[in-house]
């Protein structure tokens, strides 16, 4: 009997999976690469020729990809410990909402490879790119101006030194200098 209830729950998550893709007309091949498996795991997985995945960083990509929560797929279960997102991907996330994007759309703004890196930063499981080119495209995308998205970067790239050892006080007119001429860089 409980095998039967399993694969009841299991269809009704694979159910979800394959409507969202018909209705965003997805192809298999894009979702697969934007949360990180293979393809003929995708088609397995509507199927139900496997289980439905219980593994959290599937399950968080596959909800962070359809916009919704991880929750609402009863194999997820709810991580120990909170995730935490960072300010700097909720004001990504913000501008996204505010620009009426949704996430397939953004994605697929980003070529193939970078997808499922940029999941992982909305789901909060990385953070903003340090490389000024990479974080510059996100905001390209949408539609974000150099200086506002500026301070996020300075701030990810102070923690970093900080987490590094750098000492940000004893160090302050050196890091101040050289965030001054990354300023000037940004604004010109």
Request: net charge neutral.
């Amino acid at each position: 009997m409980s095998t039967k209830s399993k694969s009841i729950v299991n269809l009704k998550s694979s159910e979800k999976v394959a409507n969202f893709l018909a209705s965003n007309h997805l192809h298999k091949k894009d979702f697969a690469e934007m949360i990180g498996v293979t393809l003929s795991y995708v088609y397995n997985l509507i199927d139900n020729a496997i289980p439905f995945s219980t593994r959290g960083i599937t399950l968080e990509r596959i909800a962070t990809v359809m916009d919704v929560l991880p929750e609402e797929f009863v194999e997820y279960k709810i991580p120990q410990e909170p995730i935490v997102i960072d300010e700097s991907v909720e004001f990504l996330k913000d501008k996204q909402a505010e620009k009426g994007i949704t996430t397939v759309q953004f994605l697929k703004s980003f070529p193939r490879k970078k997808r499922v890196e940029i999941v992982d930063i909305l789901r909060g499981a990385k953070p903003i790119p340090l490389d000024w080119k990479e974080l510059s495209l996100i905001a390209q995308v949408l539609d974000i101006s150099k200086e506002e998205i500026y301070p996020y970067w300075e701030s990810r790239l102070r923690q970093l030194l900080q987490t590094s050892g750098v000492n940000l006080q004893a160090n302050n007119g050196l890091i101040n200098a050289m965030f001054d001429c990354a300023r000037n860089y940004v604004h010109s």
